[in-house]
């Protein structure tokens, strides 16, 4: 081997003797020479030799089949060790989430597209991370962290000792630090030795990771401790995330709030939700303030000093495995209220699951066995936190809720409260809420908003016990503790809402609302960017991943899904769960036969379906498709503004102007003419289009009842009247056949009866429904999908479909009449129905009682109202609405407090005199000037459900000095420790003032610059310009617009509600397209501008056939 010489690649050999030979191997590189020479004595052999420079040595085939086996083999060598011996991304199909055969890794290509980023550390360096989750083989187990948030100088110095296993052999960590300066790092091994040095450390500040690389590797299976010294500051912005300053200028508090991802900016962390691990807490305080974490305190020391002020460190107890999101610090000025303890605490239920059952499929981190129940744990010690002895005094009510709630969640879950004590902390200047386990912070204005209350008890099981997969999975605890929080009692004693119309009304239709568009995104989408995961929280996630676990309970059954739920907790206690393991546990304790990953689809796509039923002989096709409410953008160059005449007086037009046109005759052709026209051929070209994609498929459980049969006959109802009475459902499918029964066969299916039919295709043919006068499908307004109203029979005249509608919507329960309702509106706005079917349908409304209904016309109609403001049915319309709301019952303080008036009671009493107000109702308003007289006049309290009716009657009728008295109020508000009226009802107030001066006054209030740096300014910018929509449409809007600086989403989707133009549509594009929220306006703007000219014609013929029957 020592002769074979290898020369550059790309240098000639010496021409010898200039034979064509030799020219013909002039342009062979030393590599095709080498390869030549391996041919020993074979003639291209011996030419090689003969045209090298120095002599080739000749190897035998064996000897050169070896050197190439040891060349291949020292690559692949080489191969291995750069492969293994540097920071690989984390390997897509590497998750807790099980695979489905023939589907890909979820969030596969996503993490392919993070991982080939080219990423740069601050410091110019490539990143050597590149996956936008941590490493895998990193595995935390305890958190030490020590606190001293300075609340003079905003300043928060920490130290966090982290212990972890790694799982394979590393030389490397990645954690999460958000605008930190981290000044100390040290690596100690489990023994509390000295570990390897620290070799260099890189930020990614666009990730929130720091990379830590050390000199020696850290071994497979052994514990260490990562120790960081670190200085941050205490935030101090709007947003009120991570650890912020609250509080007045007089009591400055400091405030967590780590839901989702802000944990990294308070403290160094494995910032990933499934990666629980203990946390102890050590927090440095001023000796006048109180700190407050998840756990009690167990031992109070002397701190030393600092500006004069003596220091105490409080170090709390060792919490159970938690996610670094779920930890809650508040350190204050306080004083505490304790709740007292209850009489008796009943026991749990025994468990509806045998705990020795094993799970259906258990997940990867558990056994094939279920843990045992854990014993009962003592009752909680609840408590309530506040610098205002007002509120103190006032909190009793609320402690006592509190524990009954908390007792009912344990009782629903067949699972303890898991921790010693729940705290509630009151502060003023902070946010809304803000969550932890073990730790709530509440501003002053959400103590009686009993719904986020008790979302956040939930969340100390589902959040604090059991953590998401992912950020994707996050929908999945949000939509859990949704469901869980509406069986909270009603505070006060008060009779509690029916769970059925308060799911309904605060969770499936505000999901049909926010998901009918194209630009949505499914809830369970991989989420791997900031922003993506910060809206894994948002309220489509919350509303829609309520209504599909509401109906995954509901398929199953009431019983099973209290019984899913309990084996969830059980199952992974202590870890993380997503939506599969819920689906299994369904399975597993649930009598239904859903198909297999039936409700994978409604997670996975955005959207929901619209199911659309005709007849087809005596069976009933029921065909699905997606739902989706948007418009093109219009024309910007109209034809002309037809649509601002009415169809009367267009009719006037035609007949004092029209004349018939020039119509030229068609001429017959010429039999003898001398001459032909050869016609013109054109040549159809055929263009190659791609195959459109499959439609959008849901496995839908359709619920369904029949009404009486067609041909009716006495003997037949004897029969029907006997199966009424069995107490037993069909469900999965399973018909009753009264055939078997009697010989006088008319149907499969019976009255009041529930059928539940899983539809697992794009269409389905129900055979014999056709048979019945009417069919009510999604029984219980339970289903995340709408359902159009049936198609016209053969031979069915249009008094036969207004009383089938008719029956339809007043033998539905007060759920099921409040979605017919709410699909008459949407649909009619999709320009899939007449308006005027949603108008008649609203018009039945006046002796409605129940407040689900009232809800969402209430939502509709005032939007109707201002949009159609200058439209040919605007007078009509207004009429009706005047004329709609019954004699409203005004309440009393006193009789407020009574329990028999229930909490639905006086949502209505309060929403139809506001509403009353607002359509011009001559006696609802006296009723509400009555009391903004007793207010003005007497200093009488107003109840808080009256005051946006009570104060927004007076602006509009006594005009400038209820005006000022109303802003006097609301400085008075803002000034006191708790709100002393409701904000929203006083904003709603000064928006609606008839004279213009008033209005620009306050206009120029909040658009100013000094106003926008408020914490409220998004809520009073979207009341001004709703208030301008709403009492003087397009034209009061435009002078808003105008002269408006950049306005808030919720301002602009106000604005957007009243605008139908073409013209409003470019207009609003050119002066707010670029700021957040414009898209979803600039959609409802295209939507008006699409719907209102076929819904004006509509309205108008239908009030005019109103008007003639009335005469008539």
């Known amino acids: 081997m020592d002769g074979i010489q290898m020369e550059p690649i790309g240098k000639y050999k010496a021409d010898r003797n200039g034979s064509a030979k030799a020219a013909a191997w002039r342009n062979m590189v030393d590599q095709d020479l080498d390869d030549v020479a391996f041919l020993a004595d074979t003639d291209k052999a011996r030419e090689a030799r003969e045209l090298g420079e120095v ?86 187990k305890h958190y030490n962290l020590w606190l001293h948030p300075n609340l003079t100088t905003g300043e928060l110095r920490g130290e966090v000792s982290i212990d972890f296993k790694v799982d394979r052999d590393t030389s490397f960590v990645v954690v999460n630090v958000r605008d930190m300066n981290v000044t100390e790092r040290a690596l100690f091994r489990g023994g509390g030795a000295l570990g390897p040095k620290v070799l260099r450390t890189l930020d990614y500040p666009p990730a929130d990771q720091t990379y830590i690389e050390f000199k020696e590797k850290l071994r497979r299976k052994y514990n260490y401790t990562l120790s960081l010294r670190f200085i941050t500051k205490l935030d101090r912005s709007d947003k009120q995330r991570g650890f912020f300053l609250a509080g007045t200028h007089r009591h400055r508090c400091a405030v967590s709030r780590f839901w989702l991802t802000h944990a990294r900016s308070a403290f160094p962390a494995l910032d990933e939700p499934h990666l629980r691990a203990t946390f102890k807490l050590t927090v440095v305080r001023d000796r006048f303030h109180v700190s407050l974490t998840n756990m009690p305190i167990v031992a109070t020391e002397e701190a030393g000093f600092y500006l004069g002020h003596r220091l105490l460190q409080d170090e709390f107890a060792t919490t159970p495995p938690m996610s670094p999101h779920m930890v809650a610090l508040a350190v204050c000025r306080l004083q505490r209220r304790s709740a007292p303890p209850l009489t008796t605490t009943p026991a749990l239920p025994p468990p509806t699951v045998p705990p020795t059952a094993p799970p259906t499929a258990p997940p990867a981190h558990t056994g094939s066995t279920e843990p045992p129940v854990e014993e009962d744990l003592p009752p909680p010690e609840i408590s309530l936190y506040s610098d205002q002895q007002v509120i103190l005094d006032e909190s009793g009510p609320l402690l006592e809720w509190v524990s009954k709630t908390i007792q009912l969640f344990a009782y629903e879950l067949n699972t303890s409260y898991p921790l010693p004590k729940f705290d509630i902390v009151v502060v003023e200047g902070g946010g809304q809420y803000s969550e932890g386990w073990g730790l709530i912070t509440l501003s002053p204005a959400v103590l009686t908003d009993t719904k986020v209350i008790a979302r956040l008890l939930a969340q100390q099981w589902f959040g604090g016990l059991v953590s998401p997969r992912w950020w994707s999975s996050q929908w999945l605890l949000e939509a859990l503790t949704s469901v869980l929080g509406e069986r909270a009692p009603a505070l006060n004693g008060a009779k509690p809402e029916r769970q059925q119309d308060a799911l309904l009304v605060d969770h499936i239709l505000p999901a049909l609302r926010l998901d009918s568009s194209n630009s949505v995104r499914a809830v369970a989408s991989p989420r791997l960017e900031r922003a993506d995961i910060e809206a894994a929280a948002d309220e489509l996630s919350l509303h829609k991943g309520a209504a599909i676990v509401s109906m995954a309970i509901e398929a199953a059954g009431q019983a099973a899904g ?99 046109e020039n119509i030229t005759e068609a001429y017959e052709e010429d039999i003898n003419a001398t001459t032909t026209a050869t016609p013109p051929t054109t040549r159809r070209t055929t263009v190659r289009t791609t195959r459109p994609p499959p439609a959008p498929r849901w496995i839908i459980p359709v619920t369904f009842t029949v009404g009486p049969p067609e041909a009716e006959d006495e003997d037949i109802e004897n029969i029907t009247r006997v199966w009424k009475n ?89 759920a099921e009449r409040a979605l017919l309702l709410d699909d008459a509106f949407v649909l009619s706005r999709a320009r899939r129905l007449p308006a005027s079917r949603a108008v008649a349908a609203a018009s039945r409304l006046r002796d409605e009682k129940h407040w689900a209904v009232w809800r969402v016309l209430l939502s509709h109609a005032g939007a109707w109202r201002s949009l159609l403001h200058t439209a040919a049915c605007a007078p009509a319309l207004r009429r009706m609405l005047a004329e709609l709301p019954p004699p409203v019952p005004v309440y009393t303080m006193q009789q407020l407090q009574d329990p028999a008036i229930s909490e639905d009671q006086q949502w209505l009493s309060g929403a139809l005199l506001t509403a009353g107000v607002e359509w011009e109702n001559e006696n609802v308003t006296e009723q509400a000037l009555a009391l903004f007289d007793a207010w003005l006049t007497g200093n009488d309290s107003i109840p808080e459900i009256y005051q946006e009716a009570a104060f927004t009657a007076g602006v509009r009728r006594h005009g400038e000095a209820a005006w000022s008295a109303c802003w006097r109020a609301l400085l008075a508000s803002h000034a006191a420790p708790r709100p002393l009226y409701s904000h929203r009802a006083l904003l709603a107030a000064l928006s609606s003032p008839q004279d213009d001066w008033l209005l620009y006054r306050f206009a120029y209030t909040v658009l100013s610059p000094e106003a926008s740096r408020g914490h409220e300014w998004r809520t009073w910018a979207a009341a001004l310009v709703g208030g301008a929509c709403r009492w003087r449409g397009a034209g009061g809007v435009w002078r808003l617009l105008a002269g408006a600086p950049a306005l808030p989403p919720a301002a602009l989707l106000a604005a957007a509600r009243c605008l139908h133009q073409p013209a409003d549509y470019y207009r609003f594009k050119e002066l707010f397209g670029e700021q957040r929220g414009a898209a979803a306006a600039l959609d409802t703007i295209a939507l008006n501008a699409a719907w209102l000219p076929q819904a004006d014609a509509d309205l108008l013929r239908y009030f005019n056939a109103v008007n003639r029957r009335t005469r008539d």
């Open 562 to 660: 209290r019984a899913a739920l309990a084996r969830l907790l059980r199952l992974h206690r202590a870890a993380s769960a997503d939506a599969r393991d819920l689906w299994r546990a369904l399975q597993a304790d649930g009598t239904d036969e859903a198909p297999s990953h039936a409700w994978d689809g409604w997670c996975e796509k955005p959207g929901y379906p619209l199911l659309c039923a005709r007849t087809q002989g005596d069976d009933v096709v029921v065909k699905q498709e997606r739902f989706v409410m948007s418009a093109d953008a219009p024309d910007p160059e109209p034809s002309m503004v037809n649509g601002l005449l009415t169809q009367t007086l267009r009719a006037e037009l035609d007949e004092l102007f029209y004349e018939p």
């Open 726 to 814: 069995s107490p037993e459902n069909v469900h999965n499918g399973t018909w009753y056949d009264v055939g078997s029964e009697t010989k006088l066969k008319t149907s499969k299916w019976l009255e009041n009866v529930t059928y539940l039919i899983w539809m697992n295709d794009t269409e389905m043919v129900i055979p014999e429904l056709g048979k019945h006068k009417w069919v009510r499908y999604n029984v219980g307004a339970r289903g995340l999908y709408r359902v159009a109203p049936q198609d016209q029979k053969p031979g069915e005249s249009e008094e036969a479909i207004a009383r089938r509608a008719a029956a339809l919507y007043d033998g539905g329960a007060p």
């Open 55 to 140: 002599p080739v040595a000749v190897c035998s085939q064996r000897r050169a089949l070896c050197l190439a086996a040891l060349v291949f083999a020292a690559m692949f060598a080489t191969a291995l060790i750069v492969v293994y011996a540097t920071p690989q991304p984390e390997c897509p199909c590497i998750d807790d989430s099980s695979l489905l055969p023939g589907q890909p890794p979820t969030g596969s290509e996503e993490n392919a597209t993070a991982a080939n980023k080219e990423r740069i550390a601050s410091n110019g360096v490539v990143y050597p991370w590149r996956g936008a989750r941590l490493p895998t083989f990193l595995i935390p």
